[in-house]
């Protein structure tokens, strides 16, 4: 059988098996324990949550609408993806000092999640095509205004007599849920339509998350939680130690489903670009065949919806940014729209860096760090080569020129984060490495560095529009103007000294605008009221 079924082939399974899924609600529960050989290095259940649960005709009839929904829109959705932003509160439930993890590992999973969901993961997509790995649009916030309307870090904490919690899903209730209620030592949901939740606590030693899925109107247990080992980076426990048990629980929150066929070849998940998993595979990296992907490149293991360890997870496809773009669209509206409020900040973060060879010595770059947020910060190095830092400043070497795709992305102390890359051409002559050194702006050699840089915008902070002064230009100097995921928003020829921008469709936020031109880049930051 080939590795992935045809469109025609694909969707026949779909609706064939659509009656079979599309009887059964997606409340979350627990799956008979699995074996310790389907579990890789590790003893703990990779996911708790069920694709297959009781039946209810509401949710029935809510499926239908949203797979035809996503049908009729994807390549809309694929192709025009909607920048969303996402509040969260994330809830920690401790009975002692272990479970209750710091503010930095919050940082730390908001940040890397985010990374994930912006498909900058520098994990390998082994023998599938790296066009297979999206960036989904989508930004995760912790919310800086709690349901009273007063500030917030976007994080609670309570402390409980419970030892761990027996938390199977089999209902949306205290009794499925008991982490999600006060009464039975847990902490209750924030608004869900205002809100997504996060709960973060001892869920016993073989379960590393569990989420409920969308509805219409999503209950007040919806949301995902985390086992405290597996949440956040520093102190996290091996395999899951890269944050990626929380990319794929809230991946469930937006609808997608794992990629086990549950020991059948029967498409589960809905997704023309997923080849369906027999069973779960505890081997890692090259190319895995099964009983449905007999030849290469076989199962996608690596899918953040698959079963495998943090250093494996790298990607969501396009066809499954589709339904998470389509689940907001008609799911979470009131969630999204809520970031304008419960994500403003005064001072919004920044990710920005300017890269500038070193004019004194041969093979060497540097990048100076230029973001801003409300500290400590959290960064995210992504160097385009299959490598990352987590570090303020860090040096980075290249054995080869060519383009390269460098990413920082940022969450700072309140929840803000912000990505901003830059492809740059890193040349070399012979033998010799490439070295590029992160500076700060206030490093040496800055101001030879910054001689050049004659950008002017007024006014700063701007409302409806914008005037860049510039003090030369050139044939070919190109405008970009990115938002704070990295995006590009507007892009244009520059062709006079002074250019004025029409901002007012902006949402509200902090920008980058960048200048590119023969003489090198000049980057600015400029804030929409």
Request: net charge negative; aromatic share 10%; proline share 4%.
């Amino acid at each position: 059988m080939s590795d992935f079924k045809s469109p025609i082939m694909k969707r026949l399974l779909l609706l064939s098996g659509m009656f079979f899924i599309l009887s059964f609600t997606v409340h979350a529960q627990i799956l008979s324990p699995i074996n310790s050989d389907q579990k890789g290095s590790s003893n703990s259940e990779r996911c708790s949550t069920s694709n297959l649960v009781i039946s209810l005709q509401l949710k029935e009839q809510q499926e239908k609408i949203f797979n035809d929904y996503v049908a009729t829109h994807r390549d809309d959705l694929v192709k025009n993806k909607t920048a969303y932003t996402i509040p969260v509160v994330v809830h920690i439930i401790y009975k002692n000092a272990a479970e209750n993890i710091s503010d930095q590992r919050v940082l730390e999973q908001i940040s890397r999640t985010n990374s994930d969901f912006a498909g900058l993961s520098t994990h390998s997509m082994g023998p599938f095509s790296d066009s297979l790995k999206a960036n989904s649009n989508i930004t995760f916030c912790l919310a800086t205004i709690d349901p009273n309307g007063n500030a917030s870090s976007g994080i609670t904490r309570t402390q409980t007599t419970k030892t761990s919690f027996n938390i199977t899903g089999s209902t949306g209730s205290c009794n499925g849920f008991p982490e999600r209620c006060a009464s039975t030592g847990g902490c209750d949901a924030w608004d869900v339509t205002m809100y997504l939740n996060i709960w973060v606590c001892n869920t016993g030693s073989t379960m590393t998350g569990i989420s409920e899925f969308p509805s219409i109107p999503n209950n007040a247990f919806y949301g995902s939680t985390i086992n405290y080992m597996f949440f956040g980076l520093t102190g996290a426990t091996p395999p899951y130690n890269e944050g990626a048990t929380l990319t794929q629980q809230l991946g469930h929150c937006l609808n997608l489903y794992n990629l086990i066929g549950d020991n059948t070849c029967t498409d589960m998940d809905y997704c023309l670009d997923t080849p369906t998993e027999y069973g779960i595979q505890d081997t890692i990296g090259g190319c895995i065949v099964d009983q449905c992907n007999t030849v290469c490149p076989g199962i996608m293991n690596m899918n953040f919806m698959s079963y495998c360890d943090d250093t494996t997870m790298t990607n969501f496809t396009p066809d499954q940014v589709a339904r998470m773009q389509a689940c907001i669209s008609l799911y979470l509206s009131s969630v999204a729209g809520n970031s304008a409020t419960t994500c403003s900040m005064s001072n919004p973060c920044s990710a920005l860096f300017n890269l500038y060879p070193d004019t004194a010595t041969l093979h060497h770059y540097y990048a100076v760090n230029l973001a801003s947020g409300v500290a400590p910060l959290h960064y995210f190095w992504s160097w385009g080569d299959g490598t990352n830092d987590t570090i303020a400043f860090p040096s980075h070497t290249y054995a080869t020129a060519g383009y390269y795709n460098i990413c920082l992305t940022i969450t700072d102390s309140v929840g803000c984060t912000s990505t901003y890359c830059d492809s740059s051409y890193i040349q070399k002559s012979g033998s010799t490495v490439i070295t590029v050194d992160v500076i700060s702006q206030s490093g040496v050699g800055i101001h030879e560095i910054y001689q050049n840089n004659v950008i002017q915008i007024r006014p700063n902070p701007a409302f409806d529009n914008i005037t860049i002064e510039t003090a030369s230009v050139h044939r070919g100097d190109i405008i970009s103007i990115y938002n704070i995921q990295g995006q590009i928003v507007l892009q244009q020829p520059l062709k006079q000294l002074q250019t004025k921008l029409n901002i007012s469709g902006f949402p509200r936020g902090s920008y980058i605008l960048k200048i590119e031109s023969y003489n090198g880049v000049d980057v600015k930051r400029f804030i929409k009221e």
